[in-house]
């Protein structure tokens, strides 16, 4: 075993911090000049869980491993995570969508069948072309039956039930007749 640098501390953690920094600088994300950081942030990870150790749960040496081998695993994820930050790119709502002259922002891409042709999002005139539908459904319903529709638009049959204090039983048999009555009208296509 090599010269255990850090006085008063356990030789088998002092050894196995050396050789987790060498491995970890042989994963490419860090440099050899990091070797003595690395070591340090190992120790100290090390020392601060020192105490929380009892001997009727593991032996010693398992237990330095283990807290050794988390904070470099906790320490690869976070240069990693750092690396991946670098393909991010802000973009605004109000820039080009493309590099040309082209006066389409990106917030109108939904509008004219998204960047590359796919129209994820329906287009503004489809939403409210649905929305004077549901409307025209609504007020063809009797009273009863528009206060379902309203409630069923809006809540969950529990949460319905419970805002017209009733059992959740009747108001689902509610719901049901307004089903069958939209099933026999002049919406049944949407069903």
């Known amino acids: 075993m090599p010269k255990n640098r850090y006085g008063g501390v356990d030789t088998h953690a002092a050894f196995f911090v050396s050789i987790k920094a060498k491995s970890m600088i042989k994963t490419g994300l860090f440099r050899p000049e990091?070797?003595?950081d690395?070591?340090?942030?190992?120790?100290?990870?090390?020392?601060?869980?020192?105490?929380?150790?009892?001997?009727?749960?593991?032996?010693?040496?398992?237990?330095?491993?283990?807290v050794i081998n988390h904070r470099s695993i906790q320490m690869i994820r976070e240069i990693t995570a750092d690396k991946r930050k670098v393909r991010i790119k802000e973009v605004s709502l109000d820039q080009p969508a493309f590099d040309d002259e082209d006066t389409l922002l990106i917030d109108q891409l939904d509008d004219t069948g998204g960047l590359w042709g796919d129209k994820?999002?329906?287009?503004?005139?489809?939403?409210?072309?649905?929305?004077?539908?549901?409307?025209?459904?609504?007020?063809?319903?009797?009273?009863?039956?528009?206060?379902?529709?309203?409630?069923?638009?809006?809540?969950?049959?529990?949460?319905?039930?419970?805002?017209?204090k009733i059992p959740r039983t009747t108001f689902s048999s509610r719901v049901k007749k307004l089903k069958e009555y939209l099933m026999q009208s002049q919406f049944k296509n949407y069903f």
Do not use: C, W
């Open 34 to 36: 990091d070797k003595e």
């Open 38 to 66: 690395i070591e340090q942030e190992l120790m100290m990870a090390y020392l601060k869980d020192e105490g929380n150790f009892k001997g009727d749960r593991a032996e010693k040496d398992v237990f330095t491993r283990m």
């Open 120 to 164: 994820p999002f329906e287009s503004y005139a489809d939403l409210s072309i649905q929305r004077i539908d549901i409307l025209k459904i609504r007020e063809s319903l009797p009273g009863e039956l528009q206060q379902t529709f309203d409630l069923v638009m809006e809540h969950t049959i529990s949460e319905a039930a419970e805002i017209l």
